[in-house]
């Protein structure tokens, strides 16, 4: 009978601790209840609202890596919680009914707390210190074509990411951690800086195809069907480029150039009615033709009229063998005796605005000399010539004063020169001009001068 006594007594202690625990643990929560990472044992609801309020007014995050370093406060941010709903729905988690399961087991509960901030103030702080951190971090690299010294042929380049971080997917990430009230944000590979354009782009890989088809190529260039000179692939490195990225371009001036450099000199040539040179603008589309072509077939070059010589003297074919030098047109030509044409040559002659005009006349050569000085007057008598030159050919008809002569130190001929920087009324040559003609005229050949 006393056994049985003690039994009833201890259910029935039982039952009062049961009782009372679930009043108890009816409005506060057990010992060990973590709530969202934080200790709330023993805590009520007020309480616990209070402690979730000083958790947010204390908040910190950490935001580092890579060496980016912030700290954003709650008051950075203007974080703000409703405490009171957070424990709210925490007491709602739980029973006080089952507070001896909750006592052994330590509830971890969690809720979804309404945390708010402002994002305008977090992407100010946030930004402001990402661009801080970018003026001396390494920006990505997009892929590009350029061109490999080594092989001599257009590559790609790999992409690269550097240091610097993308200001929205940084606030992003430092937004997302405020929300879930975490401590830290690591600055990942996922908030840097990406590069637009990488190495599989085909854009890039079609760009460097297209500067090889331009610079793989060996082209001959020829007159008359003989080979004259050839463009290789080392000078077509030179010209080609790339633009913006992904676009191969030929440097069209430097290609027109060096057709000019190359082939002009040996294109010049003349018959009796026009003086003729290469038409470098046509050659060099021929050229470009080629190159945006798989074509290697050479390239003729062509001529062009450079200009017109001045007409022959109305008659002059039927005179004999004489030089008519024609002060008009500043041109001279050197007649046989059969009327052909065998020199002829742009001149300046006496500056007639100076009153030194070449005289006008049918005139016999008197001398062919080499390496003389010529002396002028002196006409404004302070006692010396007015003027030596030294010439390699000396072809005097008029006395010894007024001949035929070479003049180096002139850099053209012909035009309206004679009338503000013509000579002292001899007829001034191109120095190979006047070596062709004193190499033909003979003492007693005729000059005739005249407008």
Known sequence: MRSRNVAIGLVVTLIVVYVVGALVFSVRFVPGTRLNGMDVSLM???????????????????????????????????????????AREARGMVSGWAWPRDLVAGPDLAVSTPYTHDEESLSQKVGEAVDAFNQSASQPQNAYVYRDEESGTYVVSSQAEG???????????????????????????????????????????????????????????????????????????????????????LDTDASWEWIYDSFWDEMESEDDDNFYGLDTNAANELLIARLSSDSNDPVELPTTIVEEKPAQTEGASDLGRHVDVNLSTQYARFYDSDGSVIWESYIVSGNVNEGHGTPTGTYTLNAKQTDQNLVGLDEDGDGQSDYTSHVDYWMPFVGNSVGLHDADWRASFGGEIYTYYGSHGCVNLPPDKAAELFSLIEVGDTVITHY
């Open 44 to 86: 009520d609801e007020p309480t616990v609202a209070k402690a979730v309020e000083e958790e947010a007014a204390t908040y910190k995050n950490h935001v580092s890596g890579d060496g980016f370093d912030l700290v954003v406060t709650a008051s950075d941010v203007g974080l703000a919680v409703d405490a009171d709903a957070v």
């Open 163 to 249: 240091t610097a971080i993308n200001r929205a997917a940084m606030v992003e990430a430092v937004s997302v951690s405020v929300e879930s009230l975490s401590e830290t944000t690591e600055v990942s590979d996922a908030v840097l800086s990406k590069p637009e354009v990488s190495s599989d782009d085909e854009g890039l890989r079609a760009c460097a195809e297209s500067a090889n088809q331009m610079v793989e190529h060996d082209i001959a260039f020829t007159h008359d069907g003989s080979e004259v000179g050839r463009l290789t692939s080392e000078t077509l490195g030179e010209w080609v480029s790339v633009e913006d990225g992904d676009e191969a371009v």
